[in-house]
Nanobody, 120 residues
Framework: QVQLVESGGGLVQPGGSLRLSCAASGSIRSINDMGWYRQAPGKQRELVATITSGGSTNYAESVKGRFTISRDNAKKTVSLQMSNLKPEDTAVYYC??????????????WGQGTRVLVSS
């Protein structure tokens, strides 16, 4: 069984920083793309940033220059460093990973979500 566990959410003032982390565990053969998505109240889930196993990154326009995604392939983790946070960044953030299991099954996996609230 594969699990993604996120940590690092919380309350932060506008202009502040937070770091989100996500660790994958279980019967994993390989991990392809990893990423972060978010869902604000009343809105659809949207892509924040993704990173390939080779380290190529992709960002939503709204977070470019403020957020940085990184991963540690050996530890099976992905992180999101968020700076200069704005109230519109308030959302539940979800970790995503495209994983091939030990039984050669390929699927998208999601974490349980971690809440980020940007407010003064």
């Amino acid at each position: 069984q594969v699990q993604l566990v996120e940590s690092g959410g919380g309350l932060v003032q506008p202009g502040g920083s937070l770091r989100l982390s996500c660790a994958a565990s279980g019967s994993i053969r390989s991990i392809n793309d990893m990423g972060w998505y978010r869902q604000a109240p009343g809105k659809q889930r949207e892509l924040v940033a993704t990173i390939t196993s080779g380290g190529s990154t992709n960002y939503a326009e709204s977070v470019k220059g403020r957020f940085t995604i990184s991963r540690d392939n050996a530890k099976k983790t992905v992180s999101l460093q968020m700076s200069n946070l704005k109230p519109e960044d308030t959302a539940v953030y979800y970790c995503n990973a495209r994983i091939t299991t030990a039984l050669f099954r390929f699927s998208d996996y999601w974490g349980q979500g971690t809440r980020v609230l940007v407010s003064s």
